[in-house]
């Protein structure tokens, strides 16, 4: 079984700053991805970023990028230049095939991310 | 193109009595899937449906079940409601076409069902 940890429970981050959110899994797949999900407090999930793990270039998307380390299991998020619409839980989530064409999402517990202004 | 929509946003019920959530993928996604997120447990995978047939289980009892129409709308169904069962019930849909890698298999989340058992 595939499990996702986040071990930031809560950080901060001034405005403009930059943050970066630790994430590790495991997992004896090879063929696998990665994503990174925000709640802010409207509930609604929104996928940030996700990488694929055959691809060793890091993802990118704006101000967000990953740093993705296969070998030791890591799959962090770097928010650039944070601002304050970025205040939300930030979920590390895993899924890989799992039969008939299914793909589930193991999440970890989440990060909250403050952005103070 | 319209996102997920889930209905009701919010449900109070009594324990003992019974629930149904009702999703709404994108169009064209035919693969929808329902997780449950507690404060205690997080966010938990219950199950996924695929042209109406349900491809993938979480580990949850049989009080927990679905079903997915033609229209790829998908409700859930929770029995005996117990006070344990309150929490956000999460919908997603993606494209879910078998076997294929990419950007196929990103799930986009509906806003959720809030449901609170008394």
């Known amino acids: 079984a595939q499990t996702v940890t986040q071990s930031q429970p809560e950080m901060s981050v001034q405005e403009a700053e930059t943050v970066t959110l630790s994430c590790t899994y495991d997992t004896s797949e090879n063929n696998y991805y990665l994503f990174w999900y925000k709640q802010p407090p409207s509930r609604q999930m929104i996928l940030v970023i996700r990488?694929?793990?055959?691809?060793?270039q890091n993802a990118t998307e704006n101000r967000f990028s990953v740093n993705f380390q296969k070998a030791a299991k890591s799959f962090s998020l770097k928010i650039s230049d944070s601002q304050l619409g970025d205040t939300a839980m930030y979920f590390c989530?895993?899924?890989?095939?799992?039969?008939?064409?299914?793909?589930?999402?193991?999440f970890g517990k989440g990060t909250k991310l403050s952005v103070i202004p | 193109k319209a996102g997920v929509t889930q209905t009701p946003r919010y449900l109070i019920k009594t324990r003992g009595q019974q629930v149904t959530l009702s999703c709404s993928p994108i169009s064209g996604h035919r693969s929808v899937s329902w997780y449950q997120q507690t404060p205690g447990q997080g966010l938990q995978f219950l199950f996924e449906y695929f042209s109406e047939t349900q491809r993938n289980k979480g580990n949850f009892p049989g009080r927990f079940s679905g079903r997915q129409f033609s229209n790829s709308r998908s409700e859930m169904n929770v029995s005996t409601l117990e006070l344990g069962d309150s929490a956000l019930y999460l919908c997603?849909?993606?494209?879910?076409?078998?076997?294929?890698?990419?950007?196929?298999?990103?799930?986009?989340f509906g806003p959720g069902t809030r449901l609170t058992v008394l």
């Open positions: 997603a849909s993606s494209p879910g076409r078998r076997g294929v890698s990419g950007r196929d298999n990103e799930q986009f």
């Open positions: 989530a895993f899924t890989s095939y799992s039969g008939a064409g299914s793909y589930q999402l193991t």
């Open positions: 990488q694929e793990a055959y691809k060793q």
